[in-house]
Nanobody
């Protein structure tokens, strides 16, 4: 069974940093890519960024480019989302999700709340 567990959310002030972690577990499970998503109250879920597991290549949505960084630690099967210079509009529940390569993010974590005060 594949499981994703996020951690690291919290309350910070604008301009501060926060790091989220996503542990991916599951027997013989090797993701094709892992994505970070977020959903703010009253808004649709949006993609924050993605990391391709084998290459380590990353992609980001425009609103977080230059502020957020996705990385991974293979030995721990963990993907990180480093968020710098946080803004109130970054407030949301953040989720990680895994795509096994069969067309879509089918495995999701439970989410972790990030709140940025002005």
């Amino acid at each position: 069974q594949v499981q994703l567990v996020e951690s690291g959310g919290g309350l910070v002030q604008a301009g501060e940093s926060l790091s989220l972690a996503c542990v991916v577990s599951g027997r013989t499970f090797s993701p094709y890519r892992v994505g970070w998503f977020r959903q703010a109250p009253g808004k649709e879920r949006e993609s924050v960024g993605t990391i391709f597991w084998n290459s380590g290549r990353t992609y980001y949505t425009d609103s977080v480019k230059g502020r957020f960084t996705i990385s991974k630690e293979d030995a721990k099967s963990t993907v990180y989302l480093q968020m710098n210079n946080l803004k109130p509009e970054d407030t949301a529940v953040y989720y990680c999700a895994a795509d096994q390569g069969y067309g879509g993010f089918h495995y999701w974590g439970q989410g972790t709340q990030v709140t940025v005060s002005s």
